[in-house]
């Protein structure tokens, strides 16, 4: 049975990086056609997707957290991570990693999230 | 535009029928699918590729997708359907966009 288990610092300073790592069992991240990715829930808000890396490296991030996200993974550990520059108040949010499906056809989407993490609340603040 | 609008809140009688929205450009054209989220809890999936409910979700839940609207629609509901719903698509501009959720009364 795949479980996803975040990981990091609760709590960031204004300005660093935030880095979350998401670890995987049950399902290795090369394995398939998925889509390993992280979306966020700022208190009292909605789901706001924040990036993804598929089952070759490639990467996919929302237009209006490209310029400060980076997805990367490691395979022998089986993990992937989320480095988020820049941060202000604004992303204190509880962040999840999820394994999505989708599929390529001229270029590659991804359909939904059939697994997710219990999620991680990040907190910036000085 | 690629936002998707839910009504912020939906009640409904236990037994009666629960209908929640989704609005978004073309939505008829891409593939849509449905998140149940309470609170403290992750997100599930309900709902796939518009119709389609992975192994585990009750029967009285289905979706459709038409135009410019995906709806959510709970037969039956049941107190334990209470909840906040959202909706998700992929869109070549602003690729994977989340809802704004629909909070899910049972009076």
């Known amino acids: 049975r795949l479980q996803l288990q975040e990981s990091g610092p609760r709590l960031v300073k204004p300005s660093e990086t935030l880095s979350l790592t998401c670890s995987v069992s049950?399902?290795?991240?090369?394995?398939?056609?998925?889509?390993w990715g992280w979306i966020r829930q700022p208190p009292g808000k909605g789901l706001e997707w924040i990036g993804n890396i598929d089952y070759s490296g490639a990467t996919y991030y929302s237009p209006s957290l490209k310029s400060r996200v980076t997805l990367s993974r490691d395979i022998s550990n089986n993990h992937f991570s989320l480095k988020l520059t820049s941060v202000t108040a604004a992303d204190t949010a509880v962040y999840f990693c999820a394994r999505g499906v989708g599929s390529c056809a001229g270029e590659c989407y991804i359909d939904y999230f059939q697994s997710w993490g219990h999620g991680t609340l990040l907190t910036v603040s000085s | 535009s690629s936002a998707l609008t839910q009504a912020p809140s939906v009640s409904v009688s236990p037994g009666q029928t629960a209908t929640i929205t989704c609005s978004g450009e073309?939505?008829?054209?891409?593939?849509v699918s449905w998140y149940q989220q309470k609170p403290g809890q992750s997100p599930l999936l309900i709902i796939y590729q518009d119709f389609k409910r992975p192994s585990g979700v009750p029967e009285r839940f289905s979706g459709t997708t038409s135009g410019n609207t995906a709806t959510l629609t709970i037969s039956g509901t049941q107190v334990v359907d209470e909840g906040d719903y959202y909706c998700q698509t992929w869109d070549r501009t602003a690729a994977c966009v989340f809802g704004t959720g629909t909070n899910l009364a049972v009076l």
């Open positions: 073309k939505l008829g054209d891409k593939f």
């Open positions: 049950g399902g290795a991240l090369t394995n398939g056609t998925y889509y």
